[in-house]
């Protein structure tokens, strides 16, 4: 049996509540965990989270898939009080949510907090009736059932999340890795959403398969023996240039079609494609600096016109660079 112990930084820090409950998968609260409740201390005086585990019945044993079980210290009037509240994905996704359960959603979304699920957890924020008319993911798996089951949440199965302002679904139990880094964005911007990942040994942006809207994120690419990371780590030093085929191929030691061939098998995407990912990722630093305009931010990271890079960035970020520059410049101050 496992105990597991809130961090108890400062009283004044952004709370997040994740809701803990017999049959859970650690999966999903370990990432919860790993993402708001680990110290940091690469980020220096940053203030972070302070991370509640919260259960219905706080104290007794709960089950976890592979044999063990855990306790939870909190109760679901912490949970209703928290700042964000997280649901893991639920046990079992054609039953009823406990009614104590629901109450303490509601409460704490009248309350203001930001509600989030991972995987099946969105289940329990559609019997909250919060998702009626939103749009919602799952994993694909559930997608149909939480259709049949809530049908006025209009379920959208690709992609790997979605965020209604207070009230955000994730695909997965993968892409609950996905939406917290982009909670983290959300709160401090892409500089320390890019650290944490960095920590995590993942990109902070995916793409492919239930894909989310957002590309792939700036992230190191290890300088080894290998034709495809070799030229990767190069296009990264480069980014503000001209960047073709022809040269990323000359980068990797590998003839063009050999190079396409190999770059799209290993990254599901295509050198071109990638090449714009990373750019618009580069961009978002610049854009919560707030200096520069963005024609010099769009030079800067190796577009070709200002039309060309708004072009992208509405296409990867579903917002122009000047609304992402005004609402991630507030929510990083």
């Not at 060309?308 to 917002?319: D, G, L, P």
Request: net charge positive; proline share 6%.
């Amino acid at each position: 049996m496992l105990t597991i112990t809130s961090r108890p930084p400062d009283q004044d820090a952004h709370t997040v509540a994740v809701l803990a409950f017999d049959g859970m998968a650690p999966f999903e609260l370990g990432v919860v965990v790993e993402v708001f409740g680990l110290h940091r201390p690469e980020l220096g005086d940053l203030p972070w989270y302070r991370l509640l585990v919260c259960a219905e019945r706080p104290g007794r044993d709960l089950r976890v898939v592979g044999g063990f079980s855990v306790k939870a210290e909190h109760g679901l009037d912490a949970l209703a009080a928290a700042d964000t509240v997280i649901v893991p994905g639920v046990a079992d996704t054609g039953g009823q949510v406990p009614p104590a359960v629901v109450a303490a959603l509601r409460a704490a979304h009248a309350r203001g907090a930001r509600l989030v699920s991972i995987c099946s957890g969105a289940f329990a924020l559609a019997a909250t009736g919060l998702l009626d008319g939103q749009r919602a993911t799952t994993h694909w798996r559930y997608a149909p059932l939480l259709a049949e089951r809530y049908p006025r949440v209009r379920v959208d199965p690709d992609v790997l999340y979605v965020d209604n302002g207070r009230v955000l679904t994730s695909a997965g139990s993968a892409a609950g890795i996905d939406l917290c880094l982009y909670l983290v964005r959300r709160d401090h911007g892409a500089t320390v959403a890019n650290t944490v990942a960095r920590r995590f040994v993942v990109p902070t942006h995916r793409e492919g398969g239930q894909a989310q809207y957002i590309e792939a994120a700036v992230r190191p690419v290890a300088e080894e023996d290998d034709g495809i990371a070799r030229s990767m780590a190069w296009a990264l030093d480069r980014l503000a240039g001209p960047l073709t085929v022809p040269a990323l191929a000359r980068a990797a030691r590998m003839s063009e079609r050999s190079y396409l061939r190999h770059f799209t098998r290993r990254n599901g995407t295509s050198p071109i494609r990638w090449v714009i990912a990373q750019r618009i990722a580069a961009s978002l630093p610049l854009l919560e600096a707030g200096d520069g305009t963005v024609e010099e931010v769009a030079a800067a990271v190796g577009f070709d016109s200002p039309a060309t890079y708004r072009h992208h960035f509405a296409r990867a970020m579903r917002t122009t660079p000047t609304a992402y520059r005004r609402a991630f410049t507030c929510r990083a101050a």
